[in-house]
T-cell receptor
Framework: GAVVSQHPSRVICNSGTSVKIECRSLDFQATTMFWYRQFPKQSLMLMATSNEGSKATYEQGVEKDKFLINHASLTLSTLTVTSAHPEDSSFYIC??????????FGQGTRLTVV | EDQVTQSPEALRLQEGESSSLNCSYTVSGLRGLFWYRQDPGKGPEFLFTLYSAGEEKEKERLKATLTKKESFLHITAPKPEDSATYLCAVHPGGSYIPTFGRGTSLIVHP
């Protein structure tokens, strides 16, 4: 199957700092990438959808100035959590799909804001 | 509105005890139905894609089937390493944004 690499897998940061998470499709061109947030024992909550070269579409209730998404190329999307607070601590997962493909997921990033 | 309902929420099996997980869906046109496995602290791992009613896919102890209203993930003679949360998602027609169910948490006891 297709491979999606997400980095870092874990990050601890101080309140007020920004954290960048990368999502790369290693063996296919990702025309669409998705960013999810997952709370313990909950299903995936879609945050935003991005297509290469265009602005991300955010789900209702997700602050676009807080969660900056850049999909600059067909193999890379980034999620930057700006001015992080403890309530932003969560498990963030990206997924990517190419033409005529289902979505494949990255390994996830555990963000802890202290 | 597209909906995906998975049942049961949690399932405990003894090793070797076969069972099935259900994914019922309501969607305006089905572009595809996907099954994933998720282990704690990891991203979902792709298992199967089903596109049309009557289609079946198999992988080791897992078999996925699809009808016009639901999909089943059959687990034959499960082992403890099959313990995980199994997620079902549908891609509705006209959209590539998947709708996920809440998952079934499976625990297989040795």
């Amino acid at each position: 199957g297709a491979v999606v690499s997400q980095h870092p897998s874990r990050v601890i940061c101080n309140s007020g700092t920004s954290v960048k998470i990368e999502c790369r499709s290693l063996d296919f061109q990702a025309t669409t990438m998705f960013w999810y947030r997952q709370f313990p024992k909950q299903s995936l909550m879609l945050m935003a959808t991005s297509n290469e070269g265009s602005k991300a579409t955010y789900e209702q209730g997700v602050e676009k100035d807080k969660f900056l998404i850049n999909h600059a190329s067909l193999t890379l999307s980034t999620l930057t959590v700006t001015s992080a607070h403890p309530e932003d601590s969560s498990f963030y997962i990206c997924s990517a799909r190419g033409d005529r493909m289902g979505a494949f997921f990255g390994q996830g990033t555990r963000l802890t804001v202290v | 509105e597209d909906q995906v309902t998975q049942s049961p929420e949690a399932l405990r099996l003894q090793e070797g005890e076969s069972s099935s997980l259900n994914c019922s869906y309501t969607v305006s046109g089905l572009r595809g139905l996907f099954w994933y496995r998720q282990d704690p602290g990891k991203g979902p791992e792709f298992l199967f894609t089903l596109y049309s009613a009557g289609e079946e896919k198999e992988k080791e102890r897992l078999k996925a089937t699809l009808t016009k209203k639901e999909s089943f993930l059959h687990i034959t003679a499960p082992k403890p390493e099959d313990s995980a949360t199994y997620l079902c998602a549908v891609h509705p027609g006209g959209s590539y944004i998947p709708t996920f169910g809440r998952g079934t948490s499976l625990i297989v006891h040795p």
